[in-house]
């Protein structure tokens, strides 16, 4: 699968466009043809190489090359041994498992994908699963 992922930390021109394998769902994971991925500053602070707090800057854990993307927008194709067959085929937003949404197939466990319909717009919805999936927590 075509992919975009950083071998080395640094700003964007440190992001290369490569051809990888494509993840399988494991246990209750889908596996996701992703339409759009999201933009979120903790995918900008893992290329980067460090994570901000108010605290200090301190060592992201990343481990190298990287496929950057926490949340994408796409269609379910397939489902891990526990995954919810029910999303196969559905146009869904996602929080990822092991990230990845800047590559054509991503996985993300169950309890974070939600159905979609199809009349919405990919780009926008990839905007918001990590605030879908705060605010639910904070309810």
Known sequence: MKAIQFSRFGGPEVLEYVDVPAPAPVNDEVLIEVTAAGVNYVDIRERLGVYHSSAAHVDSGVTLPRISGLQAVGIVQEAGPQ???????????ALL????????FATALSKLVIPLP??????????????????????
Not at 97 to 104: F, K, L, N, S
Request: charged share 20%; glycine share 10%.
């Open 83 to 93: 995954g919810d067959r029910s999303l196969i085929g559905r146009k869904v937003m």
């Open 97 to 104: 498992t092991r990230a990845g949404g800047y590559a054509q």
């Open 118 to 139: 199809s009349s919405v717009n990919d780009a926008e919805m990839a905007a918001l699963p990590a605030f879908w999936f705060t605010a639910e927590a904070a309810a």
